[in-house]
């Protein structure tokens, strides 16, 4: 395989990756009073509110992708499929509720046996073929996606190794709710004792300072430059960096002010609707800052260049994540923008059901996107200028939620064809995407956008 060199750093000079330890302080929960007689600054300009009532502007984004209306059935994303008394899957007369989704005998024990026997199949087509009644024995690979894009899930299997959980003192139960119990009084945790009590910070400095100390530590790939270019000798050292990232997400997750104090249910509900999300937006924030606009930069090991993707499987992916270094070069976006953002992604997808802990959530989401325009002020000082950066990198957060949908429906399809396409999936993420991807990529859960769409 032909090297490629090394990116040269935007500032011509090399970049070193620093971990940094939280301040040792010992105080009380992150708990924010939002002052009812003050709104954030950005509201007093008219027509401005988060959910979206911003004035119409040039600014794209990203390429629009029709989006059919959410419907509250988790049966909504199979067109012309009735959710009483029919197979979700083949359209048949159901026999009941089997693996978690109303479906026929012949379905049930279909994914029974293609997920306990670790059957390889591929599609022959395009991913596409059709499930009904008649059809449903042509494409076994096509069927097994549609069963977990419908929830389905053997809900006996259990991980093997907790080792990785222990070590950030998460147990199991509590990572993959889905497979199971859940254990504990339902309460929300306590606080980590380096986290300060609003009270105590009196410079919105001082939150970012938090925010900048719990960053994940940079990790490596493993990936080898000198072997041949071989597609799943990529996706494997993808998927293993994907593995310590979400590790770090984890232990990053339980460092962050005011998450805590969530009810566990819903701690790991978000972790696990947004790991992808905080994956590619830290992404695309390391090849901003680490290499110019024709690199991505997965890691100091794995830096590929615009040839590289061509050649590479997730070439449509790459040039669908390049958006965000891109924009973030275009607005010049800070650091303590970006932290800030990171936190917010944290709190962008939920359950179409709500949360537990609703009420306490809505005021994190409300206090970090207040750090947000806070971060946003210290560039530009102007009400007309702030207002106009913040409009920006909230379109910004709402078109990550495109880009992640496409890695997420690429992720699954490598999922299910793993041993066919010789793709290794580590164990932690497995189990995510096993319990929760299907619910993402089904419309059973919510992004929760600034902007409503054009």
Same mark, same amino acid.
């Given at each position: 395989?032909?090297?490629?060199?090394?990116?040269?750093?935007?500032?011509?000079?090399?970049?070193?990756?620093?971990?940094?330890?939280?301040?040792?302080?010992?105080?009380?929960?992150?708990?924010?009073?939002?002052?009812?007689?003050?709104?954030?600054?950005?509201?007093?300009?008219?027509?401005?509110?988060?959910?979206?009532?911003?004035?119409?502007?040039?600014?794209?984004?990203?390429?629009?992708?029709?989006?059919?209306?959410?419907?509250?059935?988790?049966?909504?994303?199979?067109?012309?499929?009735?959710?009483?008394?029919?197979?979700?899957?083949?359209?048949?007369?159901?026999?009941?509720?089997?693996?978690?989704?109303?479906?026929?005998?012949?379905?049930?024990?279909?994914?029974?046996?293609?997920?306990?026997?670790?059957?390889?199949?591929?599609?022959?087509?395009?991913?596409?073929?059709?499930?009904?009644?008649?059809?449903?024995?042509?494409?076994?690979?096509?069927?097994?996606?549609?069963?977990?894009?419908?929830?389905?899930?053997?809900?006996?299997?259990?991980?093997?190794?907790?080792?990785?959980?222990?070590?950030?003192?998460?147990?199991?139960?509590?990572?993959?709710?889905?497979?199971?119990?859940?254990?504990?009084?339902?309460?929300?945790?306590?606080?980590?004792?380096?986290?300060?009590?609003?009270?105590?910070?009196?410079?919105?400095?001082?939150?970012?300072?938090?925010?900048?100390?719990?960053?994940?530590?940079?990790?490596?790939?493993?990936?080898?430059?000198?072997?041949?270019?071989?597609?799943?000798?990529?996706?494997?050292?993808?998927?293993?960096?994907?593995?310590?990232?979400?590790?770090?997400?984890?232990?990053?997750?339980?460092?962050?002010?005011?998450?805590?104090?969530?009810?566990?249910?819903?701690?790991?509900?978000?972790?696990?609707?947004?790991?992808?999300?905080?994956?590619?937006?830290?992404?695309?924030?390391?090849?901003?800052?680490?290499?110019?606009?024709?690199?991505?930069?997965?890691?100091?090991?794995?830096?590929?260049?615009? $040839?590289? &993707? /061509?050649?590479?499987? @997730?070439?449509? *992916?790459?040039? =669908? %994540?390049?958006?965000?270094?891109?924009?973030?070069?275009?607005?010049?976006?800070?650091?303590?923008?970006?932290?800030?953002?990171?936190?917010?992604?944290?709190?962008?997808?939920?359950?179409?059901?709500?949360?537990?802990?609703?009420?306490?959530? $809505?005021? &994190? /989401?409300?206090?970090? @996107?207040?750090? *947000?325009?806070? =971060? %946003?002020?210290?560039?530009?000082?102007?009400?007309?200028?702030?207002?106009?950066?913040?409009?920006?990198?909230?379109?910004?957060?709402?078109?990550?939620?495109?880009?992640?949908?496409?890695?997420?429906?690429?992720?699954?399809?490598?999922?299910?064809?793993?041993?066919?396409?010789?793709?290794?999936?580590?164990?932690?993420?497995?189990?995510?995407?096993?319990?929760?991807?299907?619910?993402?990529?089904?419309?059973?859960?919510?992004?929760?956008?600034?902007?409503?769409?054009?």
């Amino acid at each position: 395989s032909e090297k490629t060199e090394t990116p040269l750093n935007k500032r011509g000079c090399a970049v070193s990756a620093h971990s940094h330890s939280p301040a040792p302080h010992t105080t009380s929960r992150w708990q924010i009073q939002t002052p009812t007689s003050e709104p954030p600054y950005w509201l007093h300009t008219a027509a401005m509110t988060e959910t979206g009532a911003f004035p119409t502007s040039s600014y794209e984004g990203i390429q629009n992708h029709n989006q059919t209306q959410r419907n509250p059935s988790p049966f909504s994303t199979f067109p012309g499929m009735q959710p009483q008394r029919m197979c979700v899957i083949c359209g048949d007369e159901a026999s009941g509720c089997h693996y978690g989704v109303l479906t026929c005998g012949s379905c049930k024990v279909f994914f029974k046996r293609a997920v306990e026997g670790h059957h390889s199949y591929l599609c022959a087509g395009r991913n596409d073929c059709i499930v009904d009644k008649i059809r449903r024995k042509n494409c076994p690979a096509c069927r097994l996606r549609k069963c977990y894009q419908a929830g389905m899930m053997l809900g006996g299997r259990k991980l093997k190794r907790f080792g990785a959980l222990k070590a950030l003192g998460l147990a199991p139960s509590l990572m993959f709710q889905s497979h199971l119990a859940m254990s504990g009084d339902g309460q929300a945790l306590t606080s980590m004792s380096c986290v300060p009590s609003i009270h105590e910070l009196q410079l919105s400095q001082q939150i970012i300072n938090i925010l900048e100390n719990i960053e994940p530590e940079i990790v490596y790939s493993g990936y080898d430059n000198l072997q041949p270019e071989v597609p799943h000798l990529l996706l494997n050292s993808l998927n293993r960096l994907c593995e310590k990232q979400l590790l770090w997400i984890v232990k990053w997750s339980k460092s962050l002010p005011g998450f805590r104090n969530l009810h566990i249910n819903d701690q790991m509900t978000l972790i696990q609707y947004s790991w992808m999300n905080l994956m590619v937006f830290s992404l695309g924030w390391r090849s901003f800052q680490n290499v110019t606009s024709e690199y991505l930069y997965f890691a100091p090991d794995l830096i590929l260049s615009q $040839e590289q &993707m /061509r050649r590479s499987p @997730i070439y449509d *992916l790459c040039l =669908a %994540i390049q958006f965000i270094p891109q924009e973030f070069a275009n607005l010049q976006v800070t650091r303590e923008e970006f932290l800030c953002m990171k936190a917010i992604i944290l709190l962008t997808t939920v359950p179409l059901e709500g949360l537990k802990s609703q009420a306490a959530f $809505e005021e &994190m /989401r409300q206090n970090y @996107i207040r750090e *947000l325009s806070r =971060a %946003i002020h210290m560039k530009e000082k102007g009400m007309v200028a702030s207002s106009q950066r913040f409009y920006h990198l909230t379109k910004l957060m709402d078109a990550m939620h495109d880009i992640v949908k496409k890695v997420n429906l690429f992720c699954l399809s490598t999922f299910i064809q793993a041993d066919g396409m010789k793709v290794e999936f580590p164990e932690m993420m497995s189990e995510v995407i096993a319990s929760q991807l299907p619910k993402v990529l089904a419309g059973m859960v919510k992004p929760l956008l600034f902007h409503t769409k054009q």
